[in-house]
């Protein structure tokens, strides 16, 4: 993997003793970290997703703990963020940090998660507070923006709250003229278990009510499922939007086909993607990575 030319290169197994040791050289290592514009010539992201973990949520597929070996998680992060094509890389402080001492985020873009507060299952899940990064944090580290996941239910009290953060921090974003990532579901809970609602017209309606969110929207992209009759749901919104790869179901191609066809509409500008690219059904990170960065980039870079 690529190192950073201000650091020695580092093992996963000398993470902890670094954290031990030397902390300071977090810091350090973000002051000094190689940056890069958010968009290359053709206007396009592929970003690999690791912020699952902070919200308790690990599984994919039928496995419920996917995601518990940190070691492993980094290994597939390296590979995927070497590949050619991938742009960057979304994720908690903890992840982030591990990466930065690995070296591996030199010359790519970095979007911090900020909230995780509304932990998988819990009866406060869509409280969710900011946990993670502020956006001063992420100014003062030199990311390149902040995403936040926004639920809407309107029978939960617990999304006013949501709503009102997630405003402020695009705000706040758009102060230091960083990125703010926003993530709307229009959301419910069945069986005391809170879904997101993926037809056509909630996607909609969550994309309004993400879009008036914050005192100006001139750095605000959205971040949005592959729905069904996406053309009339993009429609909604003049605002750049990546999509995600969700919790990964069904036939792999069908999902690449999908993001496929749904890279051809004008407001989609490429691919946030976690799960899907770093556990596929037949373990291949780089080939995985390697299929979505075509779909994003085609032959150009």
């Known amino acids: 993997m690529s190192t950073s030319p201000t650091s020695p290169t580092v093992s996963v197994a000398d993470l902890t003793e670094i954290r031990v040791r030397e902390p300071h050289r977090i810091a350090h290592a973000w002051a000094t970290r190689r940056r890069r514009e958010l968009v290359g010539p053709d206007g396009r992201l592929l970003i690999v997703a690791a912020d699952h973990p902070a919200r308790g949520s690990l599984g994919v597929r039928d496995d419920p703990v996917a995601m518990a070996s940190r070691s492993d998680l980094l290994a597939r992060l390296a590979t995927a963020v070497a590949c050619p094509g991938v742009d960057g890389v979304l994720g908690t402080p903890d992840v982030l940090d591990d990466l930065l001492l690995l070296g591996v985020l030199e010359d790519k873009v970095v979007i911090g998660s900020m909230n995780r507060g509304g932990l998988q299952g819990s009866s406060f899940e869509l409280d969710d507070r ?24 309107l029978d939960d009290p617990g999304t006013v709250a949501t709503l009102e953060a997630s405003a402020a921090a695009v705000s706040e974003l758009a102060e230091h003229g960083l990125m703010a990532m926003v993530e709307p ?15 056509p017209e909630s996607t909609i309606r969550s994309i309004h009510i993400a879009s008036g969110l914050g005192a100006t929207s001139a750095h605000t992209w959205l971040k949005l499922p592959v729905v069904d009759d996406l053309a009339r749901v993009m429609d909604a919104t ?41 556990y596929p059904p037949d373990g291949d990170v780089a080939a995985a990575v390697d299929l979505a960065a075509r779909l994003v980039h085609g032959g150009a870079r």
Do not use: E, H
């Not at 946990?131 to 239910?153: E, Q, S, V």
């Open 130 to 153: 900011f946990t993670a990064y502020r956006a001063r944090d992420i100014a003062a580290a030199g990311l390149d923006g902040g995403k936040m996941l926004t639920r809407i239910d």
């Open 185 to 199: 579901f229009l959301s419910t809970r069945r069986d005391g278990r809170v879904t997101n609602l993926l037809d």
């Open 238 to 278: 003049t605002l750049p939007t990546l999509l995600l790869g969700g919790d990964p179901q069904g036939d792999p191609k069908d999902t690449y086909a999908s993001w496929g066809r749904a890279l051809d509409l004008p407001a989609v500008r490429g691919l946030v993607v976690g799960r899907a690219l770093l």
